[in-house]
């Protein structure tokens, strides 16, 4: 957003609010999909992962894969949901092509998952709880694809992939509880995070394994009615999540200000990623009456406390428990934040710990030198050939003075390609002579040795030109090929600088 | 028929007594809500884009259920017919099973009347409806039912015996069902 937009959500931020509530579809990533045994794939050549079921042929019907409800308990135990112990599949009926039998199998009215939440940090505004209304079971619908177009308009003809229907989803529906942008692109986030720490989905919102709207509304601080609910749509990031509502923010709150509340109707909008601005979807149509009733063709979903239970002592450590863990190693928030970001960072992060690294050291370097050199190659924490119990012991020889930290950033690459993993890094170190120079003997000669090659400079520094220090550590640095401890060598240089024959 | 199969039974040996089902009845209009409710949904698939012509070739009767399956599950109509169908079914099936605890069998005529000619009765689909009386109620309950050939008619028509078993009963079911079935004049009863 330019200045003159940050400075007019602000203005209105002070009288307004924004209300949002976010709807998430997360492609589950069972093996096959949620009523038949086709492939749960994607990329595939189109309409080559179906078979009679999911094209919806005479005659067919469907078998749930139990992937999907163990999955989808997984979820809701880890959003802290209570589980339906016996649910129901509805049918969702409504005509678009690429819905095969002509209804969803969803759950309407007795979700298998309710009443949960998940806890929110915001960095430097500390953490929120959001709700989790429902979270419930249902299956993808094919896709459509142009031909001549990008969208309908201009387009020669539809086409549709069915390989997407019936791919099994979890719908994840928030109370109205975040009050910013930025708040719901980092529920969303956590949300993500959370789906992937517990395996059950890859959340890549690009291909469309996560799809998440919001709606939206605003209403006067301190009022306690909600306004008109807006609903937007084709958000392809947590960061086009914000920006949305943060127009949607501005649109409505104008509209207000300039007398013409009413003009806020209860919609569908497109979020325009190349213009930056929603438009509504279509003209009005009237809502849908989608005629719910229970799937005949699917017993009851029974739910047992010993499958529950099963399934709860199955969960990874959370997110949110990550953090805490990390807080209480006395790790700052920001730094928290980044290590838990993912199971690959953290996973490595634990490993180096467990080796018996040092905690801030052990931060520093995962999320500094190792960080980078993991982003400039394009790989994983867990590609890396070096073993974060070698990280480990770099950071206990510098930590003991026998290297230096400089000496540890410039082996660090070497060390990532493996070269200390089958001796060690001391060993490692040793045999390429890189062991520090603590001796105050051994640094005392060298300076020496310094000072006759350099005598001029040397009778600067003593007549006055104190700057000239620098000089001489780069010199005994250089001299002693980068091994002098850099605290001994600035104490005996000293020392030895401002001895007076 | 239904005085000819008491007799008949009872000659066998069979103790038959007649009793009355309050709810029985029910049962065909909550089934003509439930099938065609789920009728208009499953043909739903048939929208001519992966497969088959256009729905306008559908035939009146199939047309008439769609709308009337469609009309039951719409907004402002789903508690009062489908829910409300629904609910009679759990009666109707209830009252048969409460019924089979006391007794084995339970046997009716397959259809109030005999079998009317081609075309007789197509200008008036809920007279022909009205022919399910007696057999809707198995489909509603999903107890196990078989038809058994009973008599020939005076006009040389097929009259049959509906028998409905208990749940999981299916074995005992056909047992019985040979022993009273009337084309084979078995006679001699093993009960």
């Not at chain 1, 009288?15 to 990329?43: P, R």
């Not at chain 1, 199998?105 to 939440?117: N, T, V």
């Not at chain 1, 749509?233 to 127009?247: G, H, L, P």
């Not at chain 1, 979020?271 to 719910?292: S, V």
Request: aromatic content about 8%.
């Amino acid at each position: 957003a330019n200045g003159t937009e940050t400075s007019k959500a602000e203005r209105l931020s002070e009288s307004y609010e924004a209300v949002i509530g976010i709807e998430c579809h997360v492609q589950l990533n069972t093996a096959t999909k949620a009523f038949c045994s086709c492939k749960n794939e994607y990329g595939a050549k189109p309409n080559t992962l179906v078979c009679p079921v999911c094209l919806g042929h005479p005659g067919t019907l469907p078998s749930l894969n139990r992937a999907v409800v163990e999955k989808s308990v997984l979820a809701g135990l880890a959003l802290n949901c209570q589980i339906s112990k016996e649910s129901k599949f509805d049918r969702k009926q409504y005509f678009y092509p690429d819905l095969p039998k002509g209804y969803q199998i969803s759950q309407y009215d007795i979700p298998l998952c309710h009443g949960g939440y998940i806890d929110v940090t915001i960095p430097d505004e500390g953490t929120k709880r959001i709700g989790i209304t429902r979270a419930h079971m249902e299956e993808d619908a094919g896709k459509l694809v142009y031909i001549g177009s990008d969208g309908l308009s201009g387009a020669q003809s539809s086409q549709v992939d069915y390989n997407r229907g019936g791919v099994p989803l979890l719908e994840i529906v928030s109370e109205p509880d975040m009050r910013s942008g930025k708040e719901a692109a980092m529920f969303a986030a956590e949300l993500r995070r959370i789906m992937l720490c517990i395996g059950v989905s890859n959340g890549n919102m690009a291909e469309g394994s996560m799809r998440c709207d919001v709606n939206v509304s605003v209403r006067r601080r301190g009022a306690p009615e909600f306004g008109t609910k807006v609903e937007v749509k084709n958000m392809n990031s947590f960061n086009a999540m914000q920006r949305a509502i943060d127009f949607e923010f501005i649109r409505q709150c104008t509209l207000i200000e300039e007398d013409k509340e009413d003009e806020i109707v209860q919609e569908t909008r497109l979020w325009d990623e190349n213009g930056q601005f929603t438009a509504p979807m279509r003209k009005k149509e009237g809502l849908a009456d989608y005629r719910y009733f229970p799937e005949p063709d699917i017993p009851d979903i029974v739910v047992s406390e010993p499958f529950i239970e099963g399934l709860r002592s199955s969960l990874p450590e959370l997110p949110c428990a990550k953090r805490a863990r990390y807080s209480g190693l006395g790790l700052s928030e920001y730094d928290c934040l980044v290590l838990s970001d993912d199971e690959d960072i953290a996973s490595y992060f634990d490993g180096v710990l467990s080796s018996g690294a040092a905690v801030k050291q052990a931060a520093n370097w995962v999320m500094g030198d190792v960080n980078a050199i993991i982003k400039a190659q394009g790989i994983k924490f867990s590609e890396l050939r070096m073993s974060p119990k070698s990280l480990s012991e770099m950071i206990d020889l510098i930590d003991k003075d026998v290297i230096s930290g400089k000496i540890g950033k410039e082996i660090l690459p070497d060390l990532i390609e493996g070269q200390a993993e089958q001796d060690g890094v001391g060993a490692f170190v040793e045999a390429k002579g890189l062991i520090q120079i603590s001796d105050e003997g051994a640094l005392a000669e060298i300076v020496q040795s310094v000072f006759d090659e350099n005598p001029g400079q040397l009778a600067e520094y003593r007549g006055g030109k104190t700057k000239l220090k620098g000089f001489f550590t780069g010199a005994v640095m250089k001299a002693s090929s980068g091994r002098a401890n850099p605290k001994l060598l600035q104490a005996v240089l000293l020392r030895m600088l401002d001895e007076t024959n | 028929v239904t005085k000819k199969a008491i007799e008949t039974m009872e000659a066998m040996g069979v103790s038959v007594e007649e009793v009355t089902l309050e709810t029985y009845s029910h049962g065909l209009p909550a089934y003509y809500i439930l099938a065609l409710s789920e009728a208009s949904s499953n043909l739903s698939r048939y929208d001519g884009i992966r497969y088959g012509d256009d729905r306008s070739l559908f035939s009146s009767e199939v047309k008439r259920r769609i709308l009337m399956g469609t009309y039951a599950l719409s907004s402002g109509y789903y508690d009062a017919y489908y829910k409300k169908a629904q609910q009679v079914r759990t009666l109707v099936t209830e009252e048969m099973e409460a019924c089979l605890k006391e007794y084995d069998f339970l046997v009716s005529p397959v259809a109030p009347t005999g079998a009317y000619k081609l075309g007789e009765k197509t200008k008036d689909p809920l007279e022909m409806y009205k022919g399910d009386l007696m057999t809707v109620n198995v489909n509603l309950s999903g107890l196990p039912a078989v038809s058994v050939p009973f008599v020939t008619g005076g006009d040389g028509l097929p009259e049959n015996l509906q028998v409905i078993g208990r749940r999981w009963d299916e074995l005992r079911l056909l047992e019985f069902g040979s022993i009273i079935d009337g084309s084979h004049q078995n006679g001699g009863a093993e009960s």
